[in-house]
């Protein structure tokens, strides 16, 4: 099958969170299972683009408005990812150097996408499936269904992953004009609200829909950001499907940005070197817990309640346990943790900003990870915890719920509570350190145990496979 992925981020292109990790990896276990897997995305000005060698295999022209603009398209010599990449380059309106954050986002991803179908009517075939992930590429199943220039494309069939419901991509109808020509009386399918929504508009128009746990498929019905109705409505074509991670990527035994290499039969050893790099760095105690964040500082995750949580775990647990935060996100949570960081230095740091390499060593050099998250659709980093020995201490929600068992439960190998909230995250913390302290032969258990549970995409790769198949 030949199998094209639509996406504004992929991992090592250009990443802003987990859905760069996801079209970084999922369409390179396809390419294993046997299938032609193509990823289509933005030429962003990254270092990828730099360093790395391309061949220009498409030019073309389209309206983007009353605009017309040229692109062309290039894609990497070598297959170097594992499966072929395309990057579609828009003179002036993507060779950017952020993904997001521009005041003309949506000119830029209406006019990727239009480029992307204006590219794949020009074939002399047709692709076996479009599989568009999130807002960004949601307009694609209206457009190659419904838009004259695109008709070739009409029976292609369409599936589109939600990664994560919160962002919409909202258009007002005064940009009604940015869309290519189509029958008007079928306006109602990109509409919700009284805004053009192209997230809501993919869940109406793509073949099929799908998430990326199976719990958060459930919670859509109940909390989608005022899409609650249409997913209920779409239930019967929607299925949630687990994200895997890339084990090639992650893994301790090799990753070459760890200060130490190690594996579940040398965990201790491994764990502890890595630590002990942060404790230096960051002016921290390697004979106490320590509890690490990494992530974006959004509400979502529940940022907001961390300065209060780990001020109230302080003073509640007399200081028996070190923080460490990597992540970057509201101005106003960046200045509480970073006003913390002063009243309680060696037991607290942060680091504001983004580094992979950092967040590598954190997930293997930590012995807890936490993760309160309000609203979390799959989450990737419980999983590279548990591959890299960590425990996962997160609330029990969307993703989190489907890949942590709470210690107290059978074979259990993480903490799990209800609520984002203080008490909630004390109270967990209070859990971790008498784990760490008092219990450690099983503590020692979970960690090896953990590591060896498989969380690689080939299962889930394949689940995909199956979806597209029920499509032909
Ligand atoms: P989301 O996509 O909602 O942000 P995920 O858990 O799916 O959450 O994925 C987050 C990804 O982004 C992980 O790979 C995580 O390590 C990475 N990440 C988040 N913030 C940072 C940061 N400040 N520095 C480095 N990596 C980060
Ligand atoms: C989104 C979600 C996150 C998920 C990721 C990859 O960013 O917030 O939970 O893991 O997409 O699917």
Redesign the pocket.
Known sequence: MEIIHVSAECFPVAKA???G??VGALPKYQTQLGQLTKVVMPMYRTKFLLENEWDLVHEGGQYLGGNFFHYSIIKEKTNKLGFDLYLVDINGLLDREKIYGYDDDTERFVGFQIAVCDWMSSWQHKPDIIHCH?YHSGLIPFMVKNCFPFSSLADVPTVF?I??AEYQGWIGWDKYYLIPPYDTFKWGLLDWNKTINPLASAVRCAWKVTT?SPSYMEELRYSANGLESLLSSEYGKSAGIL?GIDAEVWNPATDAMLIKNYDEHTVKEGKKKNKKELCNRFNLDIDKPLIVFIGRLVG?KAADVLPDAIRSSIYQHHGVANFLILGSGEPDIQSRLEDLTQQFAGYFSVYIGYSESLSHIMYAGADFLLMP?R??????NQLYALRYGTVPMVRST??LKDTVKDFGDWQGYGIRFNHANVEDIAYSIGRAIDLYTNKRDLFNWMRSYMMQIDHSWDTSAAEYIKLYESLK
């Open positions: 969170g987990g859905l990790d996801v999130d992953t990664h994560n990326v994200n979502e998250s609203v979390e659709p799959c989450g990737l969307g993703g």
